[in-house]
């Protein structure tokens, strides 16, 4: 057991929690992976699943991709933001769609908080969780 798990944090204070969503199974599991230990994840597959996810977890951050069969990601992140309960859910869009429209898009327009492009580097992934999931 590590400093950064779970069983530790139980005993500094409350583990924050990471939804993830995404429907890419192999990036999922990767950003799950690389958060697991340090945070408390779940994941879903689509943007309905990760919705209702996040509406079960209260996560402290939602990490959501964009391009998503069921519901895109700018209507998860707009019916967050919509509903009372949820719309202090932080939310890091990650997607692939790189275009300046796009990440503007996305953090003006649905108030996502912030955006990431894949692929990414892993030590930047974890800064940006670590920094909008308020672990540092």
């Known amino acids: 057991m590590?400093?950064?798990?779970?069983a530790c944090a139980r005993y500094t204070g409350r583990v924050k929690k990471v939804v993830?969503?995404?429907d890419d199974d192999d990036m999922r599991e990767l950003m799950?992976?690389?958060?697991?230990?340090?945070?408390e994840v779940t994941t879903a597959a689509d943007g309905a699943q990760g919705l209702e996810a996040v509406r079960l977890v209260r996560p402290d951050l939602l990490v959501l991709d964009l391009l998503m069969p069921v519901m895109h990601g700018f209507e998860v992140c707009q019916r967050l933001r919509a509903d009372p309960e949820l719309k202090t859910t932080k939310v890091l869009i990650s997607s692939s769609?790189?275009?300046?429209?796009?990440v503007r898009t996305a953090v003006e327009e649905?108030?996502?908080d912030g955006y990431i492009v894949k692929p990414f580097e892993v030590a930047e992934f974890n800064r940006r969780v670590d920094e909008m999931a308020g672990a540092k």
Request: charged share 25%.
């Open 110 to 112: 649905t108030g996502a």
């Open 32 to 39: 799950a992976m690389l958060l697991r230990g340090r945070y």
């Open 20 to 22: 993830i969503v995404d």
């Open 97 to 102: 769609k790189s275009y300046q429209h796009d």
């Open 2 to 6: 590590g400093i950064d798990s779970p």
